[in-house]
């Protein structure tokens, strides 16, 4: 993990390196469905924001509907409140915590609000969902902005990315070098990471970052860490545990936590369930 800046957190933290890729889908009224005919996306800042200490993206599931309650997406470490425990799942906290919404040159719009931590957890996963106080349609009324449509489907091999930092407003170009079946750092265990190629070399502060694939204007994954010093599973030190128990460790490495998982939790109107068919996320 990476660290957070000063006043960020007491604690250390994680920090992806992931700058959000491109445009999102336009919106359509009611269903927000994307049109087939619509050429491919341009790789901008539109629907990122920046959070205190780490970096996030205005999202919406496949099946939301512009009148359903916005949501932004960043990383588990980055909760303001601290990062969740090992085992730790919060679900429909409080918040009122506050995000700088961009537009497509990362030029500041406005400051969007959270209404509560609709899902936070570091385990399996590194993620935080906020439910904000309006709407997609009240969003797009009053800035422009449309949100990253969240993939549901695993991201690919090969595939050629983005990591968008509204923090740093900076971008990295890179392809997904291979999938990780644990990443394991300081108490901490993700399943089925994303390693980026070199090119992602990702720093602090880009934590939350969206991942998204420039075939599909997608998003496929959130930044959240690398590794930094050579250190073996330690924090800042991630090491990856193959399917046999061989642990390896890549320094200079980034790797994000995938993102298709989280479409199946969700319900109409952006509500959380965890009871759905299909939804594997860890549960309170």
């Known amino acids: 993990m990476k660290r957070p800046f000063v006043g960020a957190f007491a604690a250390v933290a994680l920090t ?9 889908p336009a919106l359509a009224s009611p269903s927000l469905a994307r049109n087939a005919a619509t050429p491919a996306v341009t790789v901008n800042y539109a629907g990122t924001v920046a959070l205190s200490n780490c970096s996030g993206s205005l999202v ?11 949501l932004v997406l960043t990383n588990g470490h980055c909760l303001s409140t601290g990062m969740p425990a090992p085992g730790q799942v919060l679900v429909d906290q409080p ?36 439910q904000l106080n309006t709407t997609y349609a009240a969003i797009r ?9 969240v993939s549901a489907d695993h991201p690919v091999q090969g595939a050629a990315i983005k990591v968008v930092s509204g923090y740093w407003k900076q971008t990295w ?5 291979g999938f990780v079946p644990q990443l394991k750092e300081g108490g ?23 991942v998204i694939d420039t075939s599909t204007g997608l ?3 959130v930044n959240n860490t690398g590794n930094e010093d050579g250190g073996r599973c330690t924090v800042d030190n991630p090491c990856e545990v193959d399917a046999d128990g061989n642990v390896t460790v890549h320094q200079g490495t980034n790797y994000a936590e995938e993102t298709y998982l989280l479409t199946r939790c969700f319900g109409a109107g952006t509500q959380l369930d965890l009871t759905l068919p299909g939804c594997t996320l860890p549960r309170p």
């Not at 497509?104 to 906020?130: C, E, I, N, P, Q």
């Not at 901490?188 to 969206?210: E, H, L, N």
């Open 16 to 24: 992806g390196a992931t700058a959000l890729a491109g445009a999102s």
């Open 60 to 70: 919406r599931m496949p099946g939301s509907a512009a009148t359903d309650r916005a």
């Open 95 to 130: 918040s009122s915590r506050t995000f700088t919404l961009l537009d497509a040159s990362a030029r500041r719009l406005g400051t969007l609000r959270a209404a509560k931590v609709t899902y936070a957890t570091m385990t399996d996963t590194d993620v935080t969902l906020y």
């Open 141 to 149: 009324s009053s800035y422009g902005v449309d949100p990253l449509t």
């Open 173 to 177: 170009s890179c392809s997904i070098d």
């Open 188 to 210: 901490w265990t993700w399943k089925d990471s994303v390693r980026y190629t070199s090119a992602c070399d990702t720093i602090g502060g880009t934590s939350g970052s969206p």
């Open 219 to 221: 998003l496929v994954a």
